[in-house]
């Protein structure tokens, strides 16, 4: 009995390696550098081409890895590049993302980065590539200051705002869909 259930487990194994572990077709539509995703084929629910995406992100993610890219930042080149994918043309896609709280540590500029963790910064051409994609990037004013950045060191493609609050709640009755990330 013990080896017909041995058998069986190793039959279920080897199909879920078989199934889970097939080369998927990787894909950057938009951000070529950033956020990659997997183009799939048998999907059935896919993006509305008839609507205009208002998207709003709010980016908290911490520094902790200040030599990387953190995961919620690149998920920002993900969500873009998965409507893409999906079909949704440029310019029915607004991004705006609002960064906050230690996330912005991220938007200092090369040298103020290199001086604060000794390590290159892995945003500055993160953010340039986000803006070249059309998005808009808002950095809290009262975090920038809280955290004792100066906004000469704020990369050129990122706003300062009064607040995250106030940009936020801005945008959300502007009627963009909110996300927070991190």
């Known amino acids: 009995m013990k080896l017909k ?9 080897v199909g879920i390696n078989q199934s889970f572990g097939q080369e998927k077709p990787w894909a950057n539509p938009v951000i070529k550098d950033y956020g990659q995703i997997l183009d799939l084929e048998k999907v059935t629910v896919t993006p509305d081409l008839d609507m205009e995406y208002k998207i709003l ?10 030599e990387r890219l953190n995961f919620y930042a690149n ?4 969500l873009i590049n998965l409507h ?5 043309k440029k310019e029915n896609l607004k991004v705006v993302v609002v960064i906050h709280a230690s996330a912005t ?6 040298e103020a980065y290199e001086k604060k963790y000794k390590v290159e910064s892995p945003y500055v051409k993160f953010y340039e590539a986000l803006d070249e994609a059309g998005v808009e990037m808002i950095v809290c004013g009262q975090s920038l200051n809280m955290f ?16 995250a609050l106030t940009a936020i709640s801005t945008y959300q009755l502007k009627g963009y869909a909110f996300f927070k990330m991190g």
């Open 75 to 78: 998920n920002v080149a993900r």
């Open 57 to 66: 992100i709010e980016i908290v993610h911490d520094m902790k890895k200040p």
């Open 105 to 110: 540590n991220s938007v200092i500029n090369a």
């Open 148 to 163: 004792g950045h100066q906004p000469e060191d704020v990369v050129p493609q990122i706003k300062i705002a009064t607040s």
């Open 5 to 13: 259930i041995l058998i069986v487990l190793v039959f279920i194994a």
């Open 84 to 88: 893409a994918i999906g079909g949704v």
